[in-house]
C-alpha cells in the first residue's frame, strides 16, 4: 500500500476511552442517508466496511445542510444555514465558543474530516454555495454558471468522498467532483417540476431563451417537444461530464473500485431515465433509477465489476444454493474456516491482499446473516499460526490490513450490539494491532447479543500445548493436584475457557480438513464442507450448512434422544 497517495492512517470511529456517543452519531447518518436516497445507499454497501461511515456521514451531512437551504420558512433558511455552517467551521478549528455538544450528523462530520485530514476550504465551498442558494432564487445565465452551482454542491462532496476512497492519481479529487456534479444535474432534472411551481428554476437562462422560453412557460409545457428539447439538450450535457469523470474508477484504490464502477451504472441509468420523465404526466412518480442488480442484493454485481465478467464468474463450481425456507434447528456455535481468498483473487487478476480484503466483506454477510438466523456464537479462522511461513511480503500485508480494519469492525459490531473476542496467542503480533484488537474486546465487552470470536495467530496443538504448560504450573505450584484433573479443569487453561463447544464447523473452497482448527472445541461438531470460495460466500450458503446441520442426527456418542431424531 505504501504507493498509494494516502492510505487513511489510523481511523477510528471510537477512539480508546471515548463513550459511544460517536458510534451512534455515525449510525444516525446511516439511517437519514438510507431513508433519503434510492440509489447510494446500497452501493456504500459495495466499499470497505471500514469506509461505510465515513461516506454515510458525508452524504448525509450534504443531505442535511440541503435540507436546511430548502426548508421551513424562507426567511429562516440563510440564518439557519450560517449557524450550521459557523458551528461545524468553528468545532472543526477547536475554538473557542464551539457548541459544547453538536448534533449527530455534524459531529459525525467534525470526526470524518479530521480522521481523513479533508480539505476544510472544501467543505466551506459546500456550506457557503448552499447558503448562497437558501437567500436568493436560482439564477443561471449560461452553462458554466450552473456548473458552478453543481461544483460547489454535490461537486465538493464528491471530492470529499474521494479523500475516502484513496486516490492513486492526482486528477482523482477532480474526476470525483465531475461525478457529483452528474449527480446533482440528475437532482435538478427529476426535481425541476417541483421547483418550477416553487418559482425556482435551475436550468441555464440561455438554454431557454434560445427556445423562446422562459421559466413561466415551463410550468405547462411539460411532455411537449420543446419541453424534451430542452430536457434532451441537459443530458447531453451531463453524460458529457459523466464520460471524462468515469475515468475516476481506476483513478482510486482497488478496494473502492466496485462502490465507484457501480456508481457510474446508477448515473447512467438515471441520466438514461432522465430523457423519457417528461413524456409521462404532471404528478407521475419517478422510476427508481437503481438497476435491478443494486437494490436487490448487497453483494458486488457482475456487471458493474472492471473485470472481464468470465473470469468474475469463477467463483465456485457450486452454484448460489435456493435454500427455501428458513432451518428447521439452528446451532448455538457456527464457525468458519475462510478458505480460498487468494484462489479467488488469482482468479481475477488480483493480488492476494485484495481477496483478503474481499473476504472482510464476506465476514460482515456472515455475520449479518447468522444474527438473522439466531446463532449466538460466530467463530472465524482469520490467520494460523501456520500462516507466518507465507511470504513475508503477504503476511506484512495481512497484518497491516487486520490493523487498519479492526476499527471499523468493531464499531459495525458494536453498533449491532455484537460482543468481539480475539482468540489466539498474543505475544508475536505487533503492538499496535494487539493495542486495537484489546481495544476492540473492551469497547463490546458489554454487548449482551452474538458473540464474535477472531482466531488470530491461532493453532489448536499450540493451544493444547499452552493449556498443559499452564496446567503443569499450576500443579507445581501445589494449586493443582494432577491426578484429580478433569476436562472441565483443563479447558480452564484454554485461550478463552468461556467459548462454547462448535455446532457446525463450515469450510469453504471444496476442501476437506479441519486445519488445526479448534480441535478441543470441534470434538462433537457437524461438518459442511462450501464449494464456493470465502469471498464469494454468503446468507445463501449460510442456510443450506445449517439446514444440512439441522437434518443431522446428534448422539454425541450415547443414544439418540427422540427430540435428536
Known amino acids: 500500500m505504501s504507493g498509494y497517495m494516502r492510505t487513511g492512517g489510523s481511523l477510528l470511529i471510537a477512539e480508546r476511552g471515548a463513550d459511544t456517543s460517536l458510534a451512534r452519531a455515525f449510525e444516525v447518518c446511516r439511517r437519514i442517508h438510507t431513508g433519503a436516497d434510492h440509489l447510494s445507499p446500497q452501493i456504500v454497501d459495495l466499499l470497505p466496511a471500514h469506509k461505510r461511515p465515513y461516506a454515510h456521514a458525508l452524504v448525509a451531512f450534504g443531505l442535511w445542510a440541503d435540507r436546511l437551504a430548502d426548508e421551513g420558512e424562507v426567511s429562516e433558511r440563510g440564518p439557519a444555514l450560517a449557524r450550521f455552517r459557523a458551528d461545524t467551521l468553528t468545532a472543526l478549528a477547536g475554538e473557542p465558543g464551539a457548541p459544547a455538544r453538536l448534533p449527530s450528523v455534524q459531529r459525525a462530520m467534525v470526526h470524518t474530516v479530521r480522521a481523513w485530514d479533508m480539505s476544510v476550504p472544501v467543505l466551506e465551498e459546500l456550506l457557503t454555495t448552499l447558503e448562497q442558494d437558501s437567500r436568493r432564487p436560482p439564477d443561471f445565465p449560461g452553462f458554466a454558471d450552473l456548473r458552478g452551482y453543481m461544483r460547489g454542491t454535490a461537486g465538493t462532496v464528491g471530492e470529499l468522498l474521494g479523500t475516502v476512497l484513496e486516490p492513486v492519481r492526482e486528477d482523482a479529487p477532480e474526476l470525483m467532483s465531475l461525478l457529483g456534479e452528474v449527480l446533482q444535474y440528475i437532482d435538478i432534472l427529476h426535481d425541476l417540476p417541483e421547483d ?52 475516476v474508477v481506476d483513478a482510486v484504490h482497488p478496494s473502492s473500485r466496485p462502490f465507484l464502477a457501480a456508481m457510474v451504472v446508477g448515473l447512467r441509468t438515471g441520466l438514461d431515465e432522465c430523457e423519457y420523465l417528461p413524456a409521462g404526466p404532471p404528478g407521475t412518480p419517478p422510476r427508481t433509477a437503481v438497476p435491478a442488480r443494486l437494490s436487490q442484493t448487497r453483494e458486488t454485481p457482475v456487471g458493474v465489476l472492471p473485470v472481464v465478467p468470465r473470469l468474475r464468474q469463477r467463483q465456485s463450481p457450486v452454484p448460489s444454493p435456493d435454500p427455501g425456507g428458513p432451518p428447521s434447528a439452528v446451532p448455538e456455535h457456527v464457525a468458519v474456516i475462510m478458505d480460498g481468498n487468494r484462489r479467488w483473487a488469482r482468479a481475477l487478476g488480483l493480488a492476494a491482499v485484495e481477496g483478503h480484503s474481499a473476504g472482510e466483506e464476506a465476514m460482515y454477510r456472515l455475520v449479518d446473516a447468522a444474527g438473522d438466523l439466531g446463532i449466538k456464537y460466530v467463530t472465524t479462522f482469520a490467520f494460523s499460526t501456520e500462516n507466518w511461513s507465507r511470504s513475508p511480503e503477504e503476511v506484512s500485508s495481512l497484518l497491516r490490513m487486520f490493523t487498519r480494519g479492526v476499527p471499523g469492525v468493531a464499531g459495525r459490531l458494536h453498533a449491532r450490539g455484537i460482543r468481539m473476542r480475539w482468540y489466539g496467542r498474543r505475544s508475536r503480533v505487533g503492538a499496535e494491532l494487539r493495542e486495537r484488537l484489546e481495544w476492540a474486546e473492551e469497547l463490546t465487552s458489554g454487548n449482551s447479543g452474538m458473540t464474535f470470536t477472531f482466531c488470530l495467530d491461532y493453532g489448536g496443538r499450540q493451544e493444547m500445548v499452552d493449556a498443559l504448560k499452564h496446567a503443569v504450573a499450576e500443579a507445581l505450584s501445589g494449586r493443582l493436584d494432577p491426578t484429580r484433573l478433569t476436562e472441565s479443569d483443563l479447558a480452564e487453561y484454554l485461550y478463552d475457557p468461556g467459548l462454547p463447544d462448535v455446532d457446525l464447523l463450515i469450510r469453504t473452497a471444496g476442501e476437506q480438513r479441519t486445519s488445526n482448527f479448534l480441535p478441543w472445541h470441534t470434538a462433537y461438531a457437524e461438518l459442511v464442507f462450501e464449494g464456493a470460495l470465502w469471498p464469494d460466500f454468503d446468507r445463501s450458503h449460510l442456510v443450506r450448512a445449517v439446514s444440512a446441520y439441522a437434518q443431522r442426527r446428534r448422539s454425541f456418542g450415547g443414544t439418540l434422544s427422540e427430540e435428536s431424531v
Open 196 to 247: 418550477l411551481e416553487q418559482g425556482r428554476c435551475y436550468l441555464p437562462r440561455q438554454d431557454l431563451e434560445r427556445l423562446g422560453l422562459d421559466a413561466d412557460d415551463l410550468i405547462g409545457a411539460r411532455g411537449t417537444n420543446v419541453y424534451q428539447e430542452l430536457i434532451a439538450r441537459q443530458v447531453q450535457r451531463a453524460r458529457g461530464l459523466l464520460d471524462q469523470g468515469q475515468e
